[in-house]
Nanobody
Framework: QVQLVESGGGLVQPGGSLRLSCAAS????????MAWYRQAPGKERELVAR???????NYPSSVKDRFTISRDNAKKTAYLQMNSLEPEDTAVYYC???????????????WGQGTQVTVSS
């Protein structure tokens, strides 16, 4: 019923930039917070950036001042602008949305399939 489709991943050199997109589609009533997580091999999934429906954002210290999350509510799309990328940013990046289906009472979390970001020279 709901799909989150990520795009924009790829290979980039250290110091470079990438912009990820996450488009939500399906039988959606409303979208609350949207977020990006990442998971590197052998590590747990971690929050990278989060944005509320009102536009408030939060980031961990590891990416603050380098990454920027934004959203276009009309397009049901979230973006992650990543600058000054480092090899340590290499991971699969996942989109997350807390949303309510049309005619539903409660909200639930949904995940995209992930997109690979590799930072290497």
């Amino acid at each position: 019923q709901v799909q989150l489709v990520e795009s924009g991943g790829g290979l980039v050199q250290p110091g470079g930039s990438l912009r990820l997109s996450c488009a939500a589609s399906g039988n959606i009533g409303s979208i609350n917070a949207m977020a990006w997580y990442r998971q590197a091999p052998g590590k747990e999934r971690e929050l990278v950036a989060r944005i509320t429906s009102g536009g408030s954002t939060n980031y961990p210290s590891s990416v603050k001042d380098r990454f920027t999350i934004s959203r276009d509510n009309a397009k049901k799309t979230a973006y992650l602008q990543m600058n000054s990328l480092e090899p340590e940013d290499t991971a699969v990046y996942y989109c997350n949305a807390n949303l309510r289906l049309q005619y539903a009472i409660r909200s639930s979390d949904y995940w995209g399939q992930g997109t690979q970001v590799t930072v290497s020279s």
